[in-house]
Every structure is written in structure tokens, then in C-alpha cells.
């Protein structure tokens, strides 16, 4: 079931949810690679998603608390979208593609595909404003 964070991300795409310790060294090591994420392991990238009261991955995100304090859905249903905040996080798949256009499709998926958000939050805005 499609499990949409505040700011987009399909939390329930994301490896940081998963119980097996490998998959999750996967994810470390891709975003070590991609992104240039050092601050993770394998035991603090666990994440139950911004929307439970579990376990972060991202506890200095600058989205989550701005969401949650002004009771919004996600940032789509937001009257100051897209901010700041927003646009540092959010990608679509052609930036990613273009970003790193060698990328296996294996690694895609592990790395990048749960961020894959700018089109999603945009149409969810538009449905909103018609």
C-alpha cells in the first residue's frame, strides 16, 4: 500500500523500512555513493516514516515539523507550496536519470525511486486548486 510522507517520498519504497539488516547496508552504501550521505548506518537509517511516531532516518528534516505544525496532509495541501524547505528535498526521475545517467536500475530502485516526488506533489496541488 502506497504510504506518501509529508513531503512526498513513498516511505513504503524505501529500504530504511525494512527488518533485514543486508538491504539496508544496501541503502547505506548507495547513498554513500550517490548522494554522499555519510551520517548513515545500517542501524540508524531504520525508519518507520514521518508520518508514525517510530524511528527517523532524517531527524534534522526541515519538512516534517514545518508539515506537522500547520496540520497539512502533505506539503501539496500547503498555502506557501512549494517552499524552500520543499525543494531542497523533492526530485523528479528525469533529474535523477540525467544526475547520474550510468546508474543500474537495481540501484535506482534501492537509492533513489522513494524520492521521486516533484510530480506527485504537483499534481496533488493542482487537483486541489480546481
Known amino acids: 500500500m502506497e504510504e506518501l510522507a509529508l513531503c ?10 525494512s527488518d533485514d539488516p543486508e538491504v539496508r547496508q544496501r541503502l547505506v552504501d548507495g547513498w554513500r555513493k550517490y548522494f554522499g550521505h555519510t551520517m ?44 524552500d524547505k520543499l525543494e531542497k528535498l523533492w526530485g523528479s526521475e528525469e533529474e535523477y536519470r540525467k544526475k547520474f545517467p550510468d546508474i543500474a536500475e537495481e540501484d535506482f530502485n534501492l537509492c533513489m525511486r522513494q524520492f521521486v516526488s516533484k510530480e506527485r506533489l504537483l499534481q496533488i496541488h493542482a487537483e486541489l486548486k480546481k
Open 8 to 17: 512526498g517520498y513513498r516511505c513504503d519504497l524505501c529500504a530504511a523500512r
Open 40 to 83: 548513515y548506518t545500517v542501524d540508524n537509517v531504520r525508519c518507520d516514516g514521518c508520518l508514525n511516531k517510530g524511528r527517523l532516518a532524517d531527524t534534522n528534516c526541515g519538512v516534517r515539523p514545518c508539515a506537522m505544525e500547520k496540520g497539512v496532509e502533505n506539503c501539496a495541501h500547503c498555502d506557501e507550496f512549494p517552499c
